[in-house]
C-alpha cells in the first residue's frame, strides 16, 4: 500500500494489519470515468470504461433473456 492509503487509514483509525489480515489490497484510482447509466432519479453513475462497457454488456444480457 502507498503512503497516501497509510494517511487515509491512519485517519480512519485503521490498522495495516486488519487490511492485510482480511485479505484487502490497494487498487489504483480510476483516472477517467465514464457515463454507464442515468437512473430513473436522474443520478448519473460513473465507472472506469471496462466498467462501464461490462456493465452496458450485462444490462444487454440480462434484457435479452427477459430481466428489468
Avoid: N
Amino acid at each position: 500500500m502507498t503512503s497516501s492509503c497509510d494517511s487515509i487509514i491512519e485517519q480512519l483509525g485503521i490498522s495495516r494489519a486488519t487490511l492485510t489480515g482480511r485479505g484487502l489490497c490497494e487498487y489504483p484510482e480510476a483516472a477517467s470515468l465514464e457515463l454507464a447509466e442515468t437512473g430513473e432519479d436522474g443520478k448519473a453513475y460513473l465507472l472506469a470504461p471496462a466498467a462501464a462497457a461490462a456493465w452496458r454488456d450485462l444490462k444487454l444480457a440480462a434484457s435479452q433473456d427477459g430481466v428489468t
